[in-house]
């Protein structure tokens, strides 16, 4: 399943890339406010439905331009292109999102940066792997030293305040803090110790779901902002190294609505 998951997102990656040199050609749609898809995203994620649905007609499917097709009790979470945004402006941060998951468990990940050639996988029980050799979160345990990565709330600007709030709490405890648009990528980062830690409010599950288990497989934390693991349903994650993710939800906690406390 996971050299499935590889080779759909390979393809898609194939199709982003080939289409780089057309960006102002693009057919381009506004989902909302702040939040566009392109026709490359379609196609990328019809690349990646057409592979894992030929091997495995049975499973279920929640895409993030198609939608929920019914299955079994396996289902693929496929973001075909994460950080559209900055694909459309030439910014080269983005990448594809696969992730499969049986009943309530993430079994396999891949999250492909096309531009870099970079491919983070795991497989749950198996460690995480980039580019076929074994990744690890950092080290580091004091936040004074570490790199936070994190996204704007856009979809949700009732929060933005409240994004404000831990982003100024972490700021000044932190080394420093970037916001690069594409949140796979950001907790793919994570998983190989790039960035020491990572938070945002309102992602979609595509979004979360790969990036998760590369992050617990490679020996680090993923949780939602009540300590749990209901991020896939409550779209709020925070993540980090063993040492420092604790540090992190202490800061972020206090500036916390009830509604988000979980």
């Not at 194939?14 to 566009?36: C, H, M, P, S, W």
């Not at 007609?57 to 299955?71: R, V, Y």
């Not at 202490?250 to 406390?261: C, D, K, R, V």
Request: with cysteine.
């Amino acid at each position: 399943m996971l050299n499935t998951a590889i080779k759909a997102a390979r393809r898609a990656g194939t199709v982003i890339v080939r289409y780089l040199d057309q960006l102002e050609r693009l057919a381009i749609e506004t989902k909302g406010r702040n939040d566009f898809v392109s026709e490359v995203d379609r196609h990328a994620e019809a690349e990646i439905v057409r592979v894992i649905s030929g091997a495995y007609p049975d499973h279920g499917i929640l895409a993030e331009e198609s939608g929920h097709q019914a299955g079994n009790e396996y289902l693929w979470f496929i973001d075909p292109l994460d950080g559209t945004t900055n694909y459309l402006h030439g910014y080269p941060h983005f990448a594809v999102s696969i992730a499969l998951k049986r009943a309530d468990k993430l079994e396999q990940a891949v999250v492909f940066d096309p531009l870099r050639n970079e491919l983070f996988t795991a497989t749950r029980g198996q460690g995480a792997q980039l580019n076929e050799r074994r990744m690890r979160v950092s080290r580091i345990t004091d936040l004074q030293f570490a790199l936070l990565g994190t996204g704007f709330p856009f979809r949700a600007e009732k929060h933005l305040e409240i994004w404000i709030d831990t982003f100024r709490a972490l700021l000044t405890q932190s080394s420093g803090v970037r916001r690069a648009g594409s949140a796979a990528l950001d907790l793919a980062h994570v998983a190989c110790g790039r960035l020491d830690g990572f938070w945002e409010i309102g992602l979609s599950p595509w979004d979360i779901a790969a990036g998760a288990l590369l992050i617990e497989e490679a020996g680090g934390l993923i949780a939602d902002f009540g300590g749990g693991q209901e991020f896939l349903q409550t779209g709020n994650v925070i993540a980090g190294n063993p040492q420092l993710h604790g540090k992190i939800v202490s800061l972020i906690q206090p500036h916390l609505p009830a509604e988000l406390q979980r």
